[in-house]
C-alpha cells in the first residue's frame, strides 16, 4: 500500500503554550520518547544532538522548529504524524531508534541489579500489527468518525491511513466507519472498536457503547449487522455479546486451530508471535514437565506440548476454554492439561510444582510477582519469562535471581513500531 505524501497543512501545528520560545539542545531521549535537553526539558519530537526551537514553561514544552538537524532524523511515513497520540518516533532511522529501546532494556535490569547478555532484537515492520483499537466519534448516519486520539488530548484523530497496522486493517478503515455509524443512538456512547486480524477475516469487538439505557435499538442492532456483512467481517459483538457472525474468527497456534473467544489477547503481530514461540520453545527444550503460566489461547502451550507435557493455567475461563476445545484438533502432542485460575490471587503454590522442571510464565503488564515468589521456592530448574514490561520484569527476575537462579540471556522484541515500548523473552536456570 502506498501512503499519502506530507503535505505542508499535514504537518503538527503545537498547541499555543505559555511561556517564550527558546532554544535548546538535546543530549538524549526519554522513556515516553521525548528528547531530553538540560533542565531537564522535554521536547516531542526531537533527537539527540539536534537544535531545536521550543515553546512553554516548565518541564514539558511543544517543538516550533528543528534548527539543527540529526543525521538520524528521517521523513514519517505517516500524515496523521504528530497529530496522532499512537506513534512517537516515526521521525527517527530504524537502527538508532531500535538501539534506544534495547539500551533502555539493559537500564531498567541494571536498576535491579541485573546483568545478563542481550540477544540481537527481534523488530516488526510497517504494516504487521494485527491488533488495533480504534476510537470512534459521530459522524453522520453513514459513517463515523474513527481513529486514535489525539497527543495530550481527548480530541479524536480522524485517519484515512495506519502504517504500523496490518494492511487488511487499513483496506476495512472505510467498512469500519460504516460500521461505527449507527453506535451513537445514546449521546454519553463514546465507542471504541477492538479489531484482530484471523486467519477467517476481521473480529471486532465493540466496547464504551452506552448500555444502561437499554443498549442499541433493534434498528441500529439490525445496521449494524447488515454493515458487518457489506464490510466482509468475520464477527462483530458488543461488549463480547454476538452481534453478528459469518464465521468464527480462528488463528493457528502451532498444530492447533483455535476459534477465538470475543475479544482475546494476541501478540500483536504474527511476526513477532513466530519468533517468540521458536525462543521459548528453543528454551525448554529437554523439559520432562512444562507449567505454562497466563497462558490465555495458548499462544506458547502448544509449542511447548510438542516437547513434554504441559500444565496450562489462566484466569480468562473462555480463553482455557478455547485452547481445551482446539485439542481434539490438533495431534502430535506430549499432552496438556488446562486450568482456570486467578494466578495473582491463586498462585501455583510450591506443592503444585513439586513435578514441574520447566515454567513459563507471560502475565499482564503488572508482573507475576506472586507467582515468582512460588517458582522461586519450588524445584523448577528453568523458568522463562515473557513480558510487554521491563520493569515489572526485572521486579521478578530479581525475585527469582535472589534464590539461586541466574538471567541467562534475554531476547528484547519490538512489535509495538515507533511507540516507547519494548517486550522481551528472558531464560533463567539455577
Known amino acids: 500500500m502506498r501512503y ?68 538520524q532524523r528521517i521523513e514519517p511515513v505517516c500524515p496523521h504524524f504528530g497529530v496522532c497520540g499512537g506513534c512517537a518516533l516515526q521521525h527517527w532511522a530504524h537502527e538508532p531508534y531500535l538501539t534506544w529501546k534495547v539500551e533502555r532494556l ?46 495530550k488530548s481527548w480530541d479524536l484523530v480522524d485517519i484515512a491511513v495506519c502504517p504500523i497496522a496490518d494492511q487488511r486493517i487499513q483496506a476495512a478503515i472505510p467498512a469500519l466507519k460504516r460500521l461505527a455509524a449507527p453506535l451513537f443512538e445514546h449521546p454519553k456512547s463514546a465507542p471504541t472498536l477492538h479489531v484482530t486480524v484471523t486467519d477467517t477475516g476481521l473480529d471486532i469487538d465493540i466496547s464504551g457503547v452506552e448500555a444502561k439505557s437499554g443498549g442499541l435499538s433493534a434498528d441500529a442492532r439490525m445496521t449494524l449487522a447488515e454493515r458487518a456483512a457489506e464490510g466482509d467481517f468475520a464477527r462483530v459483538t458488543l461488549g463480547g455479546e454476538m452481534a453478528y457472525m459469518a464465521r468464527m474468527p480462528q488463528v493457528r497456534l502451532g498444530p492447533a486451530r483455535i476459534g477465538l473467544p470475543p475479544g482475546s489477547f494476541l501478540q500483536a503481530t504474527a511476526g513477532a508471535e513466530a519468533a517468540m514461540t521458536a525462543f521459548v520453545g528453543e528454551a525448554a527444550a529437554g523439559a520432562h514437565r512444562i507449567a505454562d503460566l497466563f497462558c490465555g489461547v495458548g499462544t506458547f502451550t502448544f509449542r511447548l506440548a510438542e516437547i513434554a507435557p504441559v500444565h496450562a493455567v489462566d484466569v480468562t475461563a473462555e480463553a482455557v476454554g478455547a485452547l481445551t476445545a482446539a485439542l481434539a484438533g490438533a495431534p502430535g502432542l506430549k499432552g496438556i492439561t488446562t486450568e482456570t485460575r486467578d494466578l495473582v490471587r491463586r498462585p501455583l503454590l510450591v506443592h503444585d510444582l513439586r513435578h514441574t522442571d520447566v515454567a513459563v510464565f507471560d502475565p499482564p503488564r503488572a508482573g507475576a510477582a506472586e507467582q515468582a515468589v512460588e517458582l522461586a521456592g519450588s524445584g523448577v530448574s528453568r523458568v522463562i519469562g515473557v513480558s510487554c514490561n521491563p520493569a515489572t520484569f526485572a521486579r521478578d527476575a530479581r525475585t527469582l535471581i535472589d534464590a539461586g537462579f541466574r538471567l541467562e540471556r534475554v531476547l528484547p522484541v519490538d512489535q509495538f513500531l515507533w511507540s516507547p515500548h519494548v517486550e522481551l523473552v528472558g531464560v533463567f536456570s539455577r
Request: aromatic share 4%.
Open 106 to 151: 539493559v537500564g531498567t535490569l541494571a536498576r535491579e541489579r541485573i546483568e545478563t547478555e542481550i540477544l540481537p532484537a527481534f523488530a516488526v515492520g510497517p504494516g504487521t500489527r494485527r491488533r488495533v483499537a480504534l476510537h470512534a466519534r459521530k459522524g453522520n448516519r453513514e459513517a463515523a468518525k474513527l481513529g486514535y486520539k489525539a497527543r
Open 4 to 71: 499519502p505524501k506530507r503535505r505542508p497543512q499535514d504537518r503538527p501545528t503545537p498547541r499555543p503554550q505559555p511561556g517564550p520560545p527558546a532554544d535548546f539542545t538535546i543530549d538524549s531521549v526519554g522513556g515516553e520518547g521525548d528528547g531530553i535537553a538540560l533542565g531537564p526539558v522535554f521536547v516531542p519530537f526531537s533527537l539527540p544532538g539536534e537544535r531545536v526551537r521550543a515553546q512553554g514553561a516548565g518541564e514539558r514544552r511543544e517543538l516550533l522548529e528543528v534548527l539543527q538537524a540529526s543525521d
